[in-house]
């Protein structure tokens, strides 16, 4: 298959460069600095305690430039949600055939927001599992292996199941595309945006009975939503996301050392993606696209996510610079008092 990845970070890389390796056609659209490295240098990719290099890809500056290169099989979309208009924009902007979109993004409202734009049946829906980390331009980390989930049904489906197997990314199909992305959403609420404003470990989040609860609730509330939207939690690939769900139904004694164990402890000194960014200084964060996904998903089928919108709008406001991060630095009273 030929594939053309927009961007080359930490998903785009790990992804693009493990089907390189097996032979596949792939191509990226990347900045003039990050495009002369990758260039240059090409990709490397350290998984399964191996290094591996790879020089056969095309780098572009210009999406016009690599759509004239094409055809492709398929564009591969592993942006942040924030960026996907603008991405779609500049991609039909060329003038060019756009191929088919691959979203391998977090959230439940690319899809459907690729669909309006370039119509029904030019968006595939899929998802990553396996953690992995940049460590340099077009350098990745497997910290975890996991795998890859594709949604089954579009044309394409099979032939992506099969090339990514044959890159070993232990890839499985899911025939109800609605659940297995609301249930990898699931799995990024998971202290996330609480760690994020308290400056907090998610062990630490999760050692605090308070802060336990406040976690409970967030995957509560959008395992409502879910429901209320006729998607149901199904396990990912090496993510037991309905034994997730099952433990929010215990009581928080029983399930808080067991969450703290798997969820909190199990992660070392690595921080969730919001705490990242907004510590970063990069001024946004994919809050508005996950919690505040399950705050407006719910309003529309009556399900009210109160614990989500609050932090949905306090990690905006610290990130947008209208709320002191000092405030709520290890401070779990001043975003309790707003619960």
Known sequence: MRFLFLGAGAIGTYIGGSLAIRGEDVSFVEQPAVAEVISTRGLVLHRGGQTRSETGVRVFTSDADALDAGPYDVCVFALKSFDTQAALDALVATGRPVPPILSLQNGVDNEPLIAATLGAGRVIAGTVTSAIAKTGVGEVVEETHRGVGIAAGHPLSDRLVDALRRAGLGVRAYPDAASMKWSKLLTNLTGNATSAILDLSVEELFADPRLCDVE????????????????????LPGTPVRALALATRLPRRVVQPILRRALGAGRGDKMPSFHIDLHSGRGRTEVEW????????????????????VLTRTLTDLAEGRASVERFRRNPDALLALL
């Open 216 to 235: 409970l609730a967030v995957l509560r509330e959008c395992l409502a939503v879910m429901d209320a939207v006729g998607a149901r939690p199904v396990d």
């Open 290 to 309: 996950l919690n505040g996904a399950v705050v407006r998903h719910g309003a529309e089928v009556g399900v009210a996510a109160p614990v989500n919108a």
